[in-house]
């Protein structure tokens, strides 16, 4: 009798659970599942995150709509404070359907998502820009330039010469005026492959040729 009333609870116990699990589940699920409402597009650059100064948002939406006036690419820079849950690339895809980027003969839309909370780039690219602008460029556009500058709170310089990076591929003819001069950190060889190679030297100079630059040792300087 008393093994039975101790698996009683035991089993209320194990239900109980598994019916909080399915619960948290379905809430994930809906959760997953609910579209993301962004604003109306009002002006190419929709700093929601407000990260940009002022001057980068009116120069930059500037910019961008004289270039989609002139018959360019429709290029959008979005960034959001909170990604609520949602994955970057979800919210990407669905603001580019509200927002309806690019012409739609042409489908030549751009989008740039920034979330810096979230610590997440994406660059949502139209079926009609998918020769020019690639998967692989814009992975290498976000690694290479953007995010090594983000990573430095530079978040004017990012958005800036991330948006230039992009024009390279999408409108090669047109060019942002006035882009900052700085370039990130680290965009040379990196530190790992540096320090790989010094060591490679240090071990051929005093293991295996001890005698390398011993030899032939005038020395070239300043006179």
Do not use: C
Request: proline content about 5%; overall charge positive; hydrophobic content about 45%.
């Amino acid at each position: 009798m008393l093994k039975n009333q101790r698996k009683k609870p035991l089993k209320k116990l194990l239900k109980l659970n598994f019916k909080l699990i399915l619960l948290l589940a379905a809430f994930q699920s809906v959760i997953a599942q609910a579209k993301w409402v962004a604003p109306a597009l009002t002006r190419p650059v929709m700093d929601g995150a407000a990260i940009l100064s002022s001057s980068t948002q009116k120069n930059l939406s500037s910019a961008l709509e004289k270039l989609w006036n002139q018959g360019g690419s429709q290029i959008a820079v979005y960034t959001v404070p909170d990604l609520q849950g949602q994955t970057i690339e979800q919210i990407s895809i669905d603001t580019a359907d509200q927002w309806k980027l690019g012409d739609p003969k042409k489908d030549n839309g751009v989008l740039f998502i920034i979330a810096p909370n979230d610590r997440a780039v994406r660059i949502e690219v139209g079926q009609g820009l998918e020769g020019n602008l690639t998967d692989a460029h814009s992975k290498r556009i976000i690694d290479e330039t953007v995010i090594p500058l983000f990573k430095e709170n530079l978040w004017d310089e990012g958005v800036l010469l991330g948006v230039a990076e992009i024009l390279k591929r999408t409108d090669p003819s047109f060019t942002l005026e006035n882009l900052p001069t700085h370039h990130p950190r680290g965009t040379g060889l990196p530190a790992g492959k540096l320090i790989f190679l010094i060591l490679i030297f240090i071990f051929l100079k005093f293991f295996l040729f001890p005698t390398l630059g011993l030899r032939h040792g005038r020395a070239h300087g300043l006179r």
